[in-house]
């Protein structure tokens, strides 16, 4: 039904008479906000108003740009539809195509009155713009939907130019006409004699097509044709997908990316793929891009005990002419392996080794206790032999003290794995552990027998050996502490100290008093040597 102006203020009218009130206050009258020509039609001018009651009568006055209000206008308009309305009374009204004497650029004062007869009037609201106006026909884009194998579109149509006065068109020869593919890419196109043109593009992402005119006539376009890309289904077809790797130890996936067309499988190139934990997109993905073959490529590190990848196409270049939703799963069973640290070992004076570390199982969260060996070799290299197996705690430490040791040789931890928890096992450094060996040669205590009360002489030389030497020395400037056991007891008593000459020898006296046995003893060792001691001596005192 045709709504005009004139014919809404007669309705507006009856409703005003039927119930209005005499002294009620009526909202502000319609507001002015724009006049205009019509994009499609320079000589129709639209009228764009704001407004609470409905619109009565609008009239609009044109008169040459820059002339004077006050003279008799060049055409007077009254003739409007309603052409867009919104809930909020925000409408746009079209009159009818105006005809005029001469083209050109025409001031438009516009006067609006509402149902309540509120009349407002603006003047400059704006300029009909009559001018002779290209215009688009027969604009149309082929194929509307391409698919992945026929990516190529091509857009046609003609470019007439039409007078406003007397609505006759003639062909717009020799126009620059840029056709916008992919709603951006611009290819531009020349029209013929006829005033056609044509252009042709391999589309990426589809979407409004259009062609416009932007040149000394002004601007025009045509209206948008919609092109939907087709997309094919995908697939993923893996050369593996599974697999059983030793901790941090890198695996390779590799496959083929295809699509389908006319039922047949092909591989698509050019597309990027990723792998990642599934279920987790932002983790930590890797990238691959498909050659000519669809072939791709990931390499990563294996962690974890068992591991689930998800295979997907990245979203991101978006591709219209393929389907997106195609996955394939990838799984990684980790063997862990084993790591020692903090391994250390003490070795003290009287050969007691105190052992300690932690063991770390690569690849597993959990913190099981688990049995470590604690092995010795003379030269550190063969005949490793286990000395104590000890259980860690819940932080994977352990500690050893008082093992008994050796003199001179090589320790180390071993783990030996778990073929039921797919743990790989190990051993750790060795340490070389030893100090240098001492003894007391030529130990006496004389004379013997001896009268009681007389003097007994306790006597040796205190020497020492480096380790892995066969060579004795004299180690002088040492402490000796003489011990005695009287006859029949089994306590050693401490008799006094004596210090070794620089040739490592030492004599001292003591009085004569009982029977039993004396010796003398190197204990007071630094970190660098053992203890040692000379031959116990019986003395029979009478």
């Known amino acids: 039904m045709r709504h005009t102006a004139r014919g809404l203020v007669t309705a507006g009218a009856v409703l005003v008479g039927a119930f209005a009130i005499p002294g009620t206050a009526h909202a502000a009258g319609p507001v002015v906000k724009e006049a205009y020509s019509d994009s499609a039609d320079w000589s129709v001018l639209d009228v764009h108003l704001n407004h609470d009651d409905p619109v009565g009568t609008i009239t609009a006055r044109l008169r040459p740009v820059g002339g004077d209000p006050a003279a008799a206008p060049v055409a007077t308009i009254t003739d409007f539809t309603l052409k ?36 407002t009037v603006r003047q400059n609201a704006g300029t009909l ?56 890419a611009e290819v531009a196109a020349v029209t013929d004699d006829k005033g056609r043109f044509s252009a042709t593009r391999v589309t990426t992402q589809g979407g409004y097509t259009l062609a416009e005119y932007k040149g000394d006539l002004g601007y025009s376009a045509s209206s948008g044709v919609w092109v939907d890309p087709q997309a094919s289904p ?35 190139s050019g597309s990027i793929v990723k792998m990642d934990y599934k279920d987790c997109s932002t983790c930590s993905p890797i990238e691959s891009t498909t050659g000519a073959d669809g072939r791709f490529s990931f390499v990563r590190p294996a962690y974890g005990y068992k591991t689930v990848y998800d295979v997907a196409i990245q979203p991101y270049p978006y591709n219209p002419f393929i389907k997106h939703d195609a996955t394939a799963d990838v799984t990684v069973v980790t063997t862990a392996t084993t790591k020692f640290t903090g391994f250390t070992a003490r070795l003290n004076e009287y050969a007691r080794l105190d052992v300690s570390g932690t063991v770390d199982l690569v690849g597993r969260e959990s913190r099981d206790p688990i049995a470590v060996d604690i092995q010795y070799s003379a030269n550190g290299s063969t005949g490793w032999s286990t000395k104590k ?26 783990y030996a794995g778990s073929t039921t928890k797919d743990i790989k096992g190990g051993v750790s450094t060795s340490l070389r552990r030893n100090r240098s060996l001492t003894r007391i040669k030529d130990a006496n205590a004389s004379p013997e027998p001896v009268a009681k009360g007389r003097t007994i002489t306790v006597k040796g030389v205190l020497q020492e050996r480096a380790p892995g ?10 402490e000796v502490v003489i011990l005695f056991r009287p006859k029949g007891k089994t306590t050693w008593y401490r008799m006094g100290f004596v210090t070794t000459k620089s040739t490592g020898a030492f004599s001292k006296g003591f009085k004569a008093q009982q029977d039993g046995t004396w010796v003398p003893v190197f204990v007071r060792a630094d970190t660098k040597h053992f203890v040692g001691e000379g031959t116990e001596d019986y003395v029979d005192v009478r």
């Open 84 to 119: 867009y309305a919104s809930m909020s009374w925000d409408d746009i009204w079209a009159s009818r195509p105006i005809h005029l004497g001469a083209l050109g650029d025409y001031t438009v004062d516009v006067e609006v009155t509402d149902s309540s007869g509120e009349t």
């Open 234 to 268: 995908t697939r993923f077809v893996l050369d593996k997908s599974s697999f059983h790797v030793t901790v941090n130890d890198k695996f390779t996936v590799t496959g083929t990316l295809q699509y389908q067309f006319g039922g047949v499988w092909k591989p698509l």
């Open 389 to 414: 197996t000890v259980q860690t705690t819940d932080n994977s430490q352990f500690t050893v003290e008082n093992l008994p040791g050796y003199t001179d040789g090589y320790w180390r931890l071993r």
């Open 469 to 478: 030497s066969t060579t004795w020395k004299a180690y002088g400037g040492k």
């Open 129 to 184: 713009h009559y001018q002779k106006q290209p215009v688009f026909t027969g604009f149309s884009v082929t194929p509307i939907k391409p698919d992945i194998e026929h990516k190529t579109v091509t857009a046609t149509g003609s470019v007439v130019v039409r007078d406003p006065s007397t609505r006759e068109t003639v062909p717009f020869t020799g126009a620059t006409v840029d056709i916008r593919f992919d709603q951006n």
